[in-house]
């Protein structure tokens, strides 16, 4: 006989309780490859360590700022608060610094130069700052081109009040040094100490409406607030400024503060980030702007704030899906750092699915086709047997009956799964017969050899 029944079925009966993790070791292979790949793609987690440019540390962006590090303490980030001269600055340390990745602006102060600003992005505007006017002049102001020949307090270096207060007089014709023009580069408290002492006719604020040094300058005698009558030309011409109205005694009823309704022009606060902040700030950012800004305040409804109107950069992304549909479910259940980590590996589940999925399918089939081909390998040899009995001699029959003695062994300690049992037991079956088969041939052969 060429091929020898008598090889030893013992190693392939051992590996079939293996059969189940050979069917599926190749897709689960090819499935942990694609993880591979998809976790070259994967963000980095994010810092523990954030920084954010305001203002003057006794003004309204740092006093947001602080209240947004609250937020983040509460979720294991620091938010360091850098205190600068305003929004100019602000700028230029996002463009310029890389620890800056966060900036509280005024809208309308953004660099000209497009290029420069390519690579910032809008988290969201906050909210109102009008621009107030308060002077000492004897007539009324309604119009910023009654200011040319006076003495303007039009704020800091590098804030943005004097960004906007020089744009706004500029576009009116009113020019520091021109027809006895003088521009005052003071700000905040220090300018409004010279327009109490009389060293100055004019002075711009761009302050909260119930800022301590709004209110103070409402009752003050011989100073007056200006109306912009053209306000709604203005929010026509200058898309990040809106027009509002301040009604009568809002400030204070008792006290009639103000005592007429007052006609402003307002910039918006503005959160901006640089592109490389890392996504899972962004839902932090809001959370503690909601929470600082959704009442709205004396110059806008409750829920108005935060918002993306009046942008003046595209939002990111991940600012439009918040915006659009708040905080996913992760983050609403679970902690930053773990809710990070799902949304950061989420690109993952796509090559989980696209390879696991078809690998799920054609598991069972695999696994039938395992078990199945081993039963037809036994029946392989008891066929071998049975057609070698017609024509064996008796060494041969010897030979034959120590296989199957061997089959017989081996079977009884299988243990074959119970949605295969028929096709077991008719292999037992169909071993017996070859058995009888070969014990007659035996017979045969002993029976002539005894007539010889």
Avoid: C
Avoid at 66 to 72: D, G, L
Wanted: no cysteine.
């Amino acid at each position: 006989m060429k091929n020898n029944p008598q090889r030893s079925l013992i190693g392939e009966l051992r590996v079939r309780r293996n059969d189940v993790f050979r069917a599926i070791g190749p897709g689960a292979l090819v499935t942990a490859i694609g993880f591979g790949i998809a976790f070259y793609f994967v963000e980095p987690p994010p810092p523990d360590v954030v920084v954010i440019a305001t203002g003057k540390s006794d003004g309204g962006y740092y006093s947001a700022a602080k209240q947004y590090a609250e937020v983040f303490a509460r979720n294991g980030v620091n938010l360091k608060i850098r205190a600068t001269a305003g929004s100019g600055e602000n700028y230029q340390l996002l463009l310029e610094d890389n620890d800056v990745q966060l900036a509280i602006v005024q809208g309308g102060t953004a660099p000209k130069d497009s290029q420069k600003t390519r690579g910032l992005e809008a988290i969201a505007t906050l909210y109102l700052e009008p621009v107030w006017v308060f002077h000492r002049l004897k007539q009324s102001l309604t119009e910023l081109r009654q200011l040319k020949g006076k003495r303007i307090a039009v704020g800091d270096d590098g804030s943005g009040t004097q960004m906007l207060s020089t744009e706004l007089l500029r576009d009116n014709g009113v020019k520091g040094g021109h027809e006895g023009t003088n521009f005052i580069n003071r700000g905040g408290r220090s300018a409004v100490e010279l327009l109490q002492a009389g060293e100055v006719d004019a002075v711009f604020l761009i302050l909260a409406p119930d800022s301590p040094i709004i209110v103070e300058l409402l009752q003050a005698e011989k100073i007056h607030l200006m109306s912009f009558e053209r306000q709604l030309a203005y929010s026509r011409r200058y898309p990040f400024l809106k027009s509002v109205v301040l009604e009568q005694g809002v400030l204070d009823f008792d006290r009639n503060l103000p005592n007429r309704s007052v006609k402003l022009i307002s910039p918006v606060a503005n959160l901006v980030a640089r592109e490389e902040i890392h996504d899972a700030f962004i839902p932090l950012l809001l959370e503690a702007a909601t929470a600082r800004h959704v009442s709205g305040g004396l110059l806008a409804s409750a829920g108005e704030f935060p918002s993306l109107k009046h942008t003046e950069f595209p939002p990111s992304e991940a600012t439009r899906h918040y915006m659009s549909s708040g905080p996913s479910f992760f983050q609403q259940h679970l902690s930053f750092w773990v809710a990070s980590l799902i949304d950061r590996t989420k690109i993952m589940l796509v090559p989980l699915l696209v390879l696991l999925i078809p690998l799920i399918k054609i598991a069972p089939p695999v696994y039938r086709w395992r078990i199945r081909s081993r039963i037809y390998r036994w029946y392989g040899i008891l066929r071998e047997i049975d057609q070698q009995l017609r024509h064996g001699e008796l060494d041969e029959i010897v030979s034959h009956a120590e296989t199957l003695n061997q089959m017989k062994s081996e079977l009884e300690r299988v243990n074959v799964p119970l949605s295969y049992m028929q096709e077991f037991y008719h292999l037992r079956l169909h071993l017996d017969l070859v058995q009888q088969g070969l014990d007659e041939r035996s017979r045969d052969q002993a029976v002539k050899q005894a007539q010889a």
